[in-house]
C-alpha cells in the first residue's frame, strides 16, 4: 500500500529501490541522493502520514514498513533492490531476519546493508548476523561497513558541543576515523543504482583523528573553544543516563568509546575515494557545513 508524493513520471525500465529508515541518517540522506540522481524510490517508514506531510522525499512512493510488524511486509512488493538496516536496539532474530526471508520472497534481487567497519572481527555484534544471514540469502549482497558516523556529533553529541563546549566521551587518546554520513550514503546510492553483487565495503574517512584533535577542529570552526573530556566508563555512563539517554543507547555508545579507546576504530581505508573518484569529506568540512548547528 503506496501512494506517490508529488509528480512521478512512469519510469519502467528502472528498477524499483527500496529504502527503510529513511527517518534517520542514513536512509534519509541515502533517499535524497537517489531522488536526486532520478532513481525509482520508495521509502518505507513507520509513520507514513507524517512523513508525507513533511513534504520530504517528493518524487518516491511512501510506505507504511515496520519491520517488527509482518503486516506491512507488503512494502516490499515489486521491489527490485532495497536498502537494510538494523535498528539500534532491536532483536536480529525477531526484526530483521523475517525482513530478509520477506524480501527473499518476494523475488528481491539485492540487499546493501549498513554494517559497521570491523563487523567481519566482532562476531557477537548484531551486524555481523545479519551479514550472515545476507550472504546465506540466495540474493545479492553489499556491506557498507561504515566507521563512526561525523553525524554523531551533530545529532547525540550537539549539545556537548553547543550548550557546553565539550565532547564528552570515553575514548581516551584513542584515534577514530570519521566518516560521514553523506559519503557512506553515496556509496550506498551507487551500489542500489549499479547492482553491485557480493561485496563488502570498509568505508571511513581519510584520516583517523584524536577526540582531542576533533574538539580543536570544532573549536576553530566556530570561533569558540570546544574541549575534550574522556571520563571514566563508569562516569559516562552515569551522567547519559541522568541526562535521558536510554540504557539500550547508552550501553551501546559505550562500547562504540571502548573499542575507540583501546585502538581499534582507527583503521583508514581508499574505499570511498575509489569508489566515488573523489575523497572522502573531512571533518573540518564537515563541521564547516552544518556550523549553524552548534552556534
Ligand atoms: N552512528 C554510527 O556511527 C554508525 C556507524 C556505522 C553503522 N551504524 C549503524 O547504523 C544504523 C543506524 O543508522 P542511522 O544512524 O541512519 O539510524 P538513526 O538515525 O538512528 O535512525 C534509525 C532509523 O530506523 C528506523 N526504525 C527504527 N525501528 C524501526 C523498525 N522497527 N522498522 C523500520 N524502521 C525502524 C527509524 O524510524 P522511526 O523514525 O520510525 O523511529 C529511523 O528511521 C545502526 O544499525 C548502527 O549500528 C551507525
Not at 561525523?150 to 558541543?161: A, E
Amino acid at each position: 500500500m503506496t501512494e506517490s508524493q508529488g509528480h512521478t513520471e512512469s519510469r519502467p525500465t528502472l528498477p524499483l529501490l527500496f529504502i527503510m529508515g529513511a527517518t534517520g541518517n542514513m536512509g534519509g540522506e541515502l533517499a535524497r541522493q537517489l531522488l536526486v540522481a532520478g532513481a525509482n524510490v520508495r521509502v518505507g517508514v513507520r509513520s507514513p502520514e507524517r512523513v508525507k506531510e513533511s513534504g520530504a522525499f517528493t518524487g518516491a512512493e511512501i510506505a507504511h514498513f515496520d519491520a517488527s510488524d509482518a503486516s506491512t511486509f507488503g512494502a516490499l512488493d515489486g521491489v527490485q533492490r532495497m536498502f537494510l538496516l538494523w535498528p539500534p536496539g532491536t532483536d536480529v532474530k525477531r526484526d530483521v531476519l523475517p525482513v530478509i526471508a520477506a524480501a527473499r520472497e518476494r523475488g528481491i534481487e539485492q540487499i546493501v546493508f549498513l554494517s559497521i567497519l570491523g563487523a567481519e572481527r566482532i562476531r557477537i555484534v548484531p551486524h555481523r548476523r545479519v551479514e550472515q544471514a545476507l550472504e546465506a540469502s540466495g540474493m545479492d549482497w553489499v556491506f557498507l561497513r561504515a566507521s563512526y558516523f561525523m553525524q554523531n556529533l551533530s545529532g547525540v553529541h550537539r549539545d556537548d558541543i553547543r550548550v557546553r563546549r565539550e565532547i564528552f566521551l570515553p575514548a581516551g587518546q584513542g584515534r577514530t576515523s570519521f566518516v560521514d554520513v553523506r559519503d557512506v550514503a553515496a556509496v550506498g546510492a551507487k551500489a542500489l543504482m549499479e547492482g553491485h553483487r557480493d561485496r563488502a565495503y570498509n568505508l571511513t574517512g581519510s584520516a583517523a583523528l584524536t577526540y582531542t584533535e576533533a574538539a580543536d577542529i570544532f573549536g576553530v570552526t566556530l570561533g569558540r573553544r570546544v574541549r575534550y573530556v574522556s571520563p571514566s566508563p563508569i562516569h559516562f555512563v552515569r551522567v547519559v543516563h541522568q541526562r535521558g539517554t536510554p540504557w539500550a543507547l547508552t550501553l551501546l555508545m559505550l562500547a562504540e568509546y571502548t573499542v575507540a579507546r583501546l585502538g581499534l576504530a582507527g583503521e583508514v581505508t581508499t574505499t570511498v575515494a575509489e569508489l566515488l573518484g573523489r575523497p572522502p569529506i573531512s571533518l573540518r568540512r564537515f563541521a564547516e557545513d552544518f556550523r549553524e548547528v552548534w552556534l
